[in-house]
């Protein structure tokens, strides 16, 4: 059994697709239990909507909620009855294993450090977000947690990365990279050369050395490390682009008669096609080293990022990964960061 | 009359694509007069398969080549019969009005500074490149020269960047971003949170805040001001994620009968739209403020860019952009720089 608290006032269509992802997960994956956290009538007025088995689905009160565009280390601190704040306390309690939420990225990442904890040894929690590639996908961490972050920062989100790679999304060896301007080792700016030979250093790690954002579509890497500022450009810039060039296709399509009746023939195959490159089908993004589970998913997730988000914390469970980064960590090795 | 030296020996399709491309330039343009510099025997042998006026097209020569993987300021140095350090020191003495190279992006950054040398005022000259947007273009300024670069460095990115599209691109009162996580003025690393104030208080400048990512690919501004490893990741971030989904539609459109007829029906108005998304037709990166003009092609470029970089050269100096860029750093701003 896992119990994962779902933020039910978060995100641009809470509480709406927030109970419809919990009702989908629970009747997906049989171990699951979901505590929807949030106000109490808004919440039990949307599960009225659907027949599932009412002892895996919950409802914890939190009267507040914390908007995108509060201060976030105030927000934490004063809205103690906050869906973010009751949430990450169930985490804290060991009332839950988990917590999803796509409210506020800021509040969700200083409640994980704050009210959750770290784990010992990790300096910075790292967001890490599966993005889609050609050949299936990728992680970049951090994507959004730690600018201005330092090389055994780094170096420690190489290592969780790997970690969460090999044992959640299955990849065996991930091959590990630092996004940097060339392929050459003397190339980049002075975090990526100070990085650099570190990353060469870790023998737990299948470091393969830099790589440049041109290549990240075509995965060439399994775990790709940056500094947030760049990671969150990344991500956002994957979006835009995609966005951008799949309504230019379509706009396309729709410019002439005869191209027209080619679209409704090509349609179903691209559908497939494109699908594959859909962010929103991996799941929310993991906040790592943490004393327990946090998920960031899109402001504007659906019930299918939402669900995806509930069902990849059962892996994460069941594979020990808090257990595996504290070992990892706490392991002598020549790189070991001291803070 | 306009004065291109073109590097016939840089690029991975040099000479065949440059003089090719120089060729068609002094088609289209008559008051465009091209040196190709390089190996004499070598372009000459390649000239002889065209048809053009002998009066316009001149050969340099230069006995060496600079490559990709050679350390910039020792080849800049050693090098002196180099077509890159050759072509510079045409445009120092006044010989050619600009130099266009898609050699080394490591040497044309390091000659145009050494050898061609900066305006009087310009701190460090950054690679501006347009950059394909479902509206037309944005410059991305520094894309490549100036990594770890200062606060007062991208407030003259701005400025050189916001001349440039102004004038030559003819953009009027270009809308003028600094690259965020976010669209709050607090939001973002050390650097761009010590600019942003500098960039509001510029008075020459249509500033608009902050800029994020996604935002790019849909035309969010005219400038888009960072620091060159961001404005590195995002140009090769940009031409990554678009030739993947390109290829993936196709891959889909490939996949069923039915969708191979669609395909058919489809592909002329494809193709105008996705033309439009094509960066090789704008032409080449200048790297702005130097005393002369130095444009940077792509290592891939072909004919296209070769000559439209070429023609890019004459608006650039009918513009007087580099006296309009004397005189805009060189007025007192309540942000004026000290180097």
Same mark, same amino acid.
């Given at each position: ?7 039910a ?12 992802g919990?009702?989908? &997960?629970?009747k @997906? ?10 106000q109490e ?15 895996r689905i ?13 201060p ?12 973010i ?13 988990a ?5 506020s ?11 959750v ?23 970049? @961490? ?20 790997? @970690? ?15 996004v ?6 003397e ?11 570190l ?6 790690l299948?470091?393969?050395g ?14 790709i490390?940056c500094? &947030?500022?760049?990671?969150n450009? @990344?991500?956002k ?5 995609? &966005? ?16 027209k ?21 991996y799941?929310?993004a ?5 004393k327990g589970l ?30 595996k980064?504290r070992?990892?960590?706490?392991t ?5 960061p001291?803070s």
């Amino acid at each position: 059994m896992i119990k994962v608290a779902v933020d039910a006032m978060g995100g641009d269509n809470a509480p709406v697709e927030m109970v419809a992802g919990a009702v989908e &997960a629970v009747k @997906i994956r049989p171990e699951i239990h979901v505590l929807l956290v949030g106000q109490e009538k808004v919440i039990e007025a949307e599960l009225s909507k659907y027949t599932f088995d009412k002892e895996r689905i919950h409802v914890v009160n939190a009267s507040e909620i914390i908007a995108t565009e509060e201060p976030p280390v105030n927000a934490i601190r004063k809205k103690k009855d906050s869906s973010i704040v009751v949430g990450m306390n169930l985490v804290k309690s060991g009332e839950a294993d988990a917590f999803v939420s796509a409210g506020s990225s800021g509040a969700v990442l200083v409640g994980g450090q704050v009210i959750v904890g770290r784990i010992k040894g990790v300096e910075r929690p790292p967001l890490a977000s599966l993005i889609p590639t050609e050949n299936g996908v990728s992680l970049l @961490i951090d994507c959004g947690a730690n600018v201005d972050a330092r090389s055994s920062h780094l170096v420690q989100f190489a290592r969780m990365g790997s @970690i969460y790679m090999e044992h959640v999304v299955g990849v065996k060896q991930p091959r590990v990279a630092i996004v940097n301007i060339g392929a050459e080792e003397e190339k980049g700016n002075a975090l990526v050369k100070e990085t650099f030979p570190l990353l060469k250093e870790c023998s737990d790690l299948h470091f393969t050395g830099s790589i440049e954002a041109r290549e990240i579509p075509h995965g060439g890497a399994d775990v790709i490390v940056c500094e &947030a500022f760049t990671g969150n450009v @990344i991500l956002k810039l994957y979006e835009g682009v995609g &966005a951008t060039l799949i309504h230019m296709v379509k706009k396309g399509m729709m410019s002439t008669l005869r191209s027209k009746i080619g679209a409704l023939l090509v349609k179903p195959a691209l559908k497939t096609t494109l699908k594959a490159f859909d962010a929103s089908q991996y799941g929310g993004a993991p906040l790592l080293g943490l004393k327990g589970l946090v998920v960031k998913t899109h402001g504007s997730s659906t019930r299918t990022e939402v669900r995806n988000s509930i069902i990849q914390c059962v892996t994460f469970k069941e594979q020990q990964i808090n257990e595996k980064i504290r070992q990892a960590l706490n392991t002598e090795q020549p790189t070991s960061p001291i803070s």
